[in-house]
C-alpha cells in the first residue's frame, strides 16, 4: 500500500512538472503562458506546497515499506529497484521543495493590485 502510495504520488508530480515545463517553454518562445489567470502566483505556490508535502510523506513511507521487506525477505532485484524509486522520489521532493521557495518567492515578489 504504501509503495503504491509513492508511485501514485510521484505520477501526480511528474504530470504536473510536465505541464509546468510545457507552460514556460511556451512562455519563453511566445511571452505569454498558455492559460493565464489572475491567482497564478498563488495557484503554483500552493500546488507545489502540497505536492512537496505529498512527495515527502509518500517517500518516507514508502522507504519504510521496503525496509521491511529486506528484513522479513532478504535483499533481492526487487528490493534494490524500490529502493532506489525512493532515493528518486526523495530527489523529487528536493526539486519541488526547491520549487516551492521560488513560487513563494514570485508570489511575494507581485506588484499591488
Known sequence: MEYRYMVAVNAIAFTYAAFQAIDYTYLLVYQTHIVTYPLRCHFDFLIDQILAYLLI??????ATRVDDWVLNWGKDEFTKMASASVVMSFFAFLSFAFSSVLSGYNLCDQNPI
Not at 510523506?57 to 514508502?62: D, G, P, T
Open 57 to 62: 510523506s509518500s517517500s518516507s513511507s514508502a
